[in-house]
């Protein structure tokens, strides 16, 4: 059975780091766009951060730049997000997820629209990031 699974969440203190990872099985990921997103109780999901398939492109939401770095690793069929410095505010449930068909990585990631939550091929059940002050 084709599916994601994160793992690598937890509970932080403020300024600190996290690597979140995302593993795939039953379905190569070197094929497929990727991205992290988050969605916190009450809000709509938001992309956090994709890359394409094509060439490792990366797009990042304002918010994870310079402090969080998606990344992945075709031999371990996983995808990985470097967090630093995380805020109170990063605190929320984060969810990979992997789409073949994806238009450009912008797109993937909701940027300056709505994630296409239901255009993704693959989505993750999620990992919770508590980041405490």
């Known amino acids: 059975q084709a599916q994601l699974v994160e793992s690598g969440g937890g509970l932080v203190q403020s300024g600190g780091s996290l690597r979140l990872s995302c593993a795939a099985s039953g379905f190569d990921l070197v094929y497929y766009g990727v991205g992290w997103f988050r969605q916190a109780p009450g809000k709509e999901r938001e992309g956090v951060s994709c890359?394409?398939?094509?060439?490792?492109?990366?797009y990042y939401a304002g918010f994870a730049k310079g402090r969080f770095t998606i990344s992945k690793d075709n031999a371990k069929n996983t995808v990985y997000l470097q967090m630093n410095n995380l805020v109170p505010e990063d605190t929320t449930v984060y969810y990979c997820?992997?789409?073949?068909?994806?238009?450009?990585?912008?797109?993937?990631?909701?940027?300056?629209?709505?994630?296409?939550?239901?255009?993704?091929?693959?989505w993750g059940r999620g990992t919770q990031v508590t980041v405490s002050s």
């Open positions: 997820a992997a789409d073949y068909f994806y238009s450009t990585i912008q797109t993937m990631c909701g940027a300056g629209t709505r994630v296409p939550y239901r255009g993704m091929d693959y």
């Open positions: 890359m394409s398939s094509s060439d490792n492109t990366t």
